[in-house]
């Protein structure tokens, strides 16, 4: 189990390391024994979680896009697992910049696949997308793993390419016959939802826009109130993907595949409805609906089937949505009010958990 010191010692690469996500799991990692190796580009924001942690580590500052600086770096430090975040993950940015993302999150998930061919240190890769990788047709249901791939804005295209990728290469250079005969390497990938958490100062995101305004004593411009999404703490997926990386590294077979990991499906919550949990947690935050702008398409109802990861890897979620939203707002609140980091704390009462 993820809990115990199954880590340590064991050599992980983890692309996109000075993102968000990225940092809380390369925290987690050090504090499990790992000898992590990031490869990533500089954090894009000055004020970032990856840089108030002050993590001490061996970093690769370079493009996910370089497959020869990629590979360069695999090849130096013979890596046993990959953890591969490094993407474009925001939506409207990739109807600005859509040939980046598409660069980014395909042919940089192509990349660490090619780049892994013949590196016989490698026992597992996880690839992580989103759950906007499905081909969203509105339904209430949850999406389960074997639904099909899809993807309406640039983002959530070039999340389900990467999918087809990952598809391809595990049917083709790392098939599951010839494991432990022509390649050591199993790959799978991982879908979440919307990830939240302390730390986050990325663009166009709820939480961070939230936080930013309440700081300046503004009101939030609202989108979509009524858009529902599967909110979770990003320890949540996090865990499932340690969970995952550690069935790969003992070479399971039966697990390199795609994965869901999300809360429980009552657990949905609209976007109206994640602003006042929050805003009990801190009365400082204030929002208004914007019903003037044109904006462009975003799914409306969305939700993943996490079904498969509860019953054949033993992963749950341990944080209900109001429990994610409060420690999440607790941490800028700790941060900005008292100066204070408390991401240790709260890993270790989600442990606890």
């Not at 046993?80 to 859509?98: M, R, T």
């Not at 509105?138 to 390419?161: A, L, N």
């Not at 919307?194 to 309440?214: F, Q, T």
Request: aromatic share 12%; proline share 3%; glycine share 8%.
């Amino acid at each position: 189990m993820i809990l115990n010191k199954y880590y340590t010692g064991k050599k992980v690469l983890l692309t996109g390391d000075t993102g968000f996500k990225g940092s809380w799991m390369a925290y987690w990692l050090q504090k499990l024994g790992a000898e992590v190796v990031g490869y990533s580009l500089a954090p894009k924001v000055e004020l970032n979680h990856f840089s108030i942690l002050k993590l001490n580590y061996e970093t690769y500052v370079d493009d996910i896009r370089d497959l020869e600086s990629l590979s360069k770096v695999i090849k130096q430090c013979q890596p046993d697992l990959i953890f591969h975040l490094a993407a474009q993950s925001l939506v409207l940015y990739s109807y600005e910049k859509p040939i980046e993302t598409y660069q980014t999150n395909v042919m940089g998930t192509l990349n660490v696949m090619e780049a892994a061919r013949g590196i016989e240190s490698i026992k597992g890769i996880v690839i992580i997308t989103t759950d906007k990788c499905y081909d969203n047709t509105g339904q209430e249901k949850g999406y389960v793993e074997t639904d099909r791939m899809g993807g309406h804005d640039p983002y959530s295209s070039s999340k389900g390419c990467a999918e087809l990728l990952v598809n391809s290469y595990r049917n083709s250079f790392f098939n599951l016959n010839e494991f432990g005969k022509s390649h050591q390497t199993l790959i799978a990938s991982a879908r979440a939802g919307n990830v939240i958490g302390g730390g986050d100062w990325s663009e166009n995101r709820l939480i961070p826009d939230i936080i930013k305004c309440a700081i300046r004593n503004e009101k939030t411009n609202i989108r979509y109130p009524n858009a529902t999404r599967p909110w979770q703490h990003v320890l949540e997926p996090i865990s499932g993907y340690l969970m995952l990386g550690e069935r790969l590294l003992s070479g399971e077979k039966d697990f390199a595949e795609g994965w869901n990991f999300g809360p429980e499906e009552n657990e949905a919550l609209t976007v109206s409805e994640v602003l006042k949990v929050a805003k009990n947690v801190w009365d400082r935050i204030d929002y208004e609906v914007d019903t003037k702008q044109k904006h462009f398409h975003e799914a409306g109802i969305l939700s993943l089937n996490i079904n498969k990861a509860k019953t054949k890897l033993g992963w749950y979620p341990k944080w209900g949505n109001e429990m994610s939203i409060q420690k999440t707002i607790e941490w800028y609140k700790a941060f900005y009010l008292s100066k204070l980091v408390i991401t240790e704390a709260q890993l270790i009462e989600y442990i606890k958990s």
